[in-house]
């Protein structure tokens, strides 16, 4: 937090770059891997928009990413943000339908993990690439995905701000 102290930007540039500089390798990873390793090597036939699926990632990315970061202002050490990270991320991802049906789960458990980005993107995922849905099919996810990243990142932002304002 020092570093960061004595640099000539904002808490709002600070995040962003942590959310996009990850995000946009992942991104990249994710469009070489589908067409390169999916479609080429393994053969598989993606349905739906190679590209409306990204954009999709790309939003499931940043309300990932913000969500780490709202932890990271929770947490107060690495070690104590590790096994934060697992006791959050891990259920989110077991419970968001990739591994388990979700129409499997208690209603109220479905009806909580609306509030978890993996959900959204496992339905538009899902959606996208194997049914070949289009945007307006997908519209609620995407507008679900953008709602949770900017509640985590406008949360973050506050608590970071705190946290910079604690320290100077």
Sequence with gaps: MEHLLVMPVTPFEIMSSKVW?????????TAGSLRIVVQGVLGVPVEGSVTLF???TALHLFATTSLGIFLGTLARSMPQFGLLMMLILLPLQILSGSTTPRESMPELVQ???LAAPNTHFVILAQSI????A????VWLQFIALILIGATFFAASLVRFRKAIGSMA
Excluded: D, H, S
């Design 54 to 56: 990204l954009v999709g």
């Design 111 to 113: 009806f909580l993990m």
């Design 129 to 132: 690439l194997y049914r070949g």
């Design 21 to 29: 500089a990850m995000g946009i390798v992942v991104l990249l990873a």
């Design 134 to 137: 289009g945007f307006t099919l």
